[in-house]
């Protein structure tokens, strides 16, 4: 890996609201242009979960969903909106942990986290629709088309990722993850290389893409400041490209579930 | 929270090998004279654990530690040397999980982590001595003391973070945290500030210092081509300072202990 001696993160400026269907790669193209960027080879583009979720329509009107019986059962523990905690149940392939106001479980793309990523805030106007956002049907996969697509419209492409907010066992507050990523390594492995004094390294498998999110979740913000795609330039790496899925602990490998 | 649009990590430059007894906060202030670095209110200071508990002489001779029966029994359930296993149960208050290769423990701060963040590599030259890294005694007090005295010597104190990398439960690769912080908010509680639609933020107790590591991990590097002071620029708080203990979760309110 080459050394970076200087990182510098920018918020792409003027993004609008995003809307289902919208031609995200082109929005942030624009994007681009605005701030006067000309991309570089090993920029990665951040994009907060909610808008690629939004892009690709995964909006859904609490209306529409009718709670099975498992589902007002669980959402009279966890003191949710059964029709919310059933939209978590059918994202998700186990509950790990349940308690009043907590509801952690492991989603069927292997992530163990809190409702099943799904938001009920930032979703659309208060228009009177309660609606609430589903994570990426496939993260990885739109990381990668909106990958490609840049690379159409901006000549190189970046790397990118999908960030969320996850909380973690053991340490209070969230931190941002990588939930999807195209184009570098997600989970970079360093075995091997010596330390300054020829030793192995101990500890030297990273989260990379973790890392980049969690850099990029400092200027996105939340609430009304939110700045939903974040440019990270500096960084280099030789290792190949594996998705954000390398960075889900197989259940057989973990010991906290 | 101020808005962040833009965000720069440096690399303090030429920092020495770091021995007991240095004045780590005049070599990194050699460090921004070298970089030309003028400091600036809000900016934070990553360093990595290492230094600050070399320039504290937290490194302890292998040859001088004599393991109790405990620490032999535990050495040859996870395959390591009992010296060091004697070490990591001195630093700890209880072992959390321990199989071949894996010792994961809660550290007397309340870290549930690898080894009790006991370092071999890095520790010193190959004189023969074969020797450990402990965690700072105090890592929010070694942020506190070295953000007063760069004060001194720059005028206007940094923020102080003392970073490590922690693995993480359900996720591989290892991600930067923070267990030292002083000057900053290293837990920050958004809650309350209203989202783009009025809406209450769901999600909003950020791990700051946390993100800060990660994103000052990116910068570190490991091995050969580690660079342990990381200048991170461009963050704006109003919270109240709070230290990294705050980031610990109490194991009252931890379900995954």
């Not at 994202?91 to 009043?100: G, N």
């Amino acid at each position: 890996m080459n050394r970076t001696t200087t990182l510098e993160l920018v918020a792409l400026p003027g993004l609008p609201m995003i809307q289902p269907g919208d031609d995200l790669a082109a929005l942030l193209a624009e994007g681009y242009g605005r701030a006067g960027i000309e991309p570089r080879e090993h920029d990665v583009l951040a994009l907060a979960q909610k808008i690629v979720s939004k892009a690709e329509g995964r909006s859904v009107a609490l209306a529409d969903v009718t709670p099975g019986p498992r589902a007002v059962a669980l959402a009279a523990e966890v003191q949710k909106d059964p029709r919310l905690v059933e939209l978590i149940l059918s994202e998700s392939v186990r509950v790990v942990r349940s308690r009043p106001n907590v509801l952690i479980v492991e989603h069927r793309l292997g992530f163990v986290m809190a409702n099943a990523g799904i938001d009920q805030s930032n979703v659309g106007p208060n228009d009177g629709t309660e609606r609430a956002l589903l994570l990426p049907a496939d993260p990885d996969g739109s990381a990668e088309r909106l990958r490609r697509r840049l690379g159409e419209l901006l000549g190189t492409p970046p790397a990118v990722i999908v960030t969320d907010s996850f909380g973690r066992a053991w340490r209070r507050g969230t931190q941002g993850i990588a939930i999807g990523a195209a184009g570098l390594p997600a989970l970079l492995d360093l075995r091997g290389n010596p330390d300054l004094f020829g030793r192995t390294l101990q500890v030297s498998i990273s989260g990379f893409a973790d890392e980049i999110a969690s850099a990029a979740s400092l200027v996105m913000g939340q609430g009304d400041e939110a700045q939903p795609a974040v440019l990270v330039r500096g960084l280099a790496w030789t290792a190949p490209a594996n998705p954000a899925a390398e960075l889900v602990r197989p259940a057989a490998e973990d010991m906290f579930r």
